[in-house]
T-cell receptor, first 106, second 114 residues
Framework: DAKTTQPNSMESNEEEPVHLPCNHS???????IHWYRQLPSQGPEYVIH???SNVNNRMASLAIAEDRKSSTLILHRATLRDAAVYYC???????FGAGTRLTVKP | NAGVTQTPKFQVLKTGQSMTLQCAQD?????MSWYRQDPGMGLRLIHY???????DQGEVPNGYNVSRSTTEDFPLRLLSAAPSQTSVYFC?????????????FGSGTRLTVV
């Protein structure tokens, strides 16, 4: 089984922020946290990654807990195109769980 | 720069037939892997490779073989197809840089075994 756990589903309203949580309590000190998303009928695409510090890019922000046992992907303003399954993985583990299915309501 | 290319996009096999799913990348990535995704499920790792000539098993390797003779190509072979292998197969690649590099995925091969 994957070393990460995520809620099965979440809902958001369009143009509101979304916080997608991920637990990885057995993470090692050198393991990177990666987030991917999968749009319907497509392969997963890379979103963001981090090690210890919070990270920002054009798609999202990643907030990492100080003990690194959890992280949160932040979409600052959800759009209908952000509706997808979001996966949190530990890079060295290479295993994906079921992810979080995000529904964005207009 | 085409990224990760998977062929074919769709395939129907009869039980017991064999076939090879092709995966090629033009980014000089050392690491390549194969995943399968069953309906409504997450991805499960089948096999992976950290460089030419090196392969290893993932979570669900039974019924599949791989080889890595070049950096660019990582084919997945189904030896004797079974209905349980009906799935969408994704190939992924990345630089092998200790976690800094993200994976690039192909668009998938949808396989049906009847």
């Amino acid at each position: 089984d994957a070393k990460t756990t995520q809620p099965n589903s979440m809902e958001s309203n369009e143009e509101e922020p979304v916080h997608l949580p991920c637990n990885h309590s057995t993470i090692s000190g050198t393991d990177y946290i990666h987030w991917y998303r999968q749009l319907p009928s497509q392969g997963p695409e890379y979103v963001i990654h981090g090690l210890t510090s919070n990270v920002n890019n054009r798609m999202a922000s990643l907030a990492i807990a100080e003990d690194r046992k959890s992280s949160t992907l932040i979409l600052h303003r959800a759009t209908l195109r952000d509706a997808a399954v979001y996966y949190c993985i530990l890079r060295d583990d290479m295993r994906f769980g079921a992810g979080t299915r995000l529904t964005v309501k207009p | 720069n085409a990224g990760v290319t998977q062929t074919p996009k769709f395939q129907v096999l009869k039980t017991g037939q064999s076939m090879t799913l092709q995966c090629a990348q033009d980014m000089n990535h050392e690491y390549m892997s194969w995943y399968r995704q069953d309906p409504g499920m997450g991805l499960r790792l089948i096999h992976y490779s950290v460089g030419a000539g090196i392969t290893d098993q993932g979570e669900v390797p039974n019924g599949y073989n791989v080889s890595r003779s070049t950096t660019e190509d990582f084919p997945l072979r189904l030896l004797s197809a079974a209905p349980s292998q009906t799935s969408v197969y994704f190939c992924a690649s990345s630089y092998f840089t200790g976690g800094v590099s993200g994976y690039t995925f192909g668009s998938g091969t949808r396989l049906t075994v009847v």
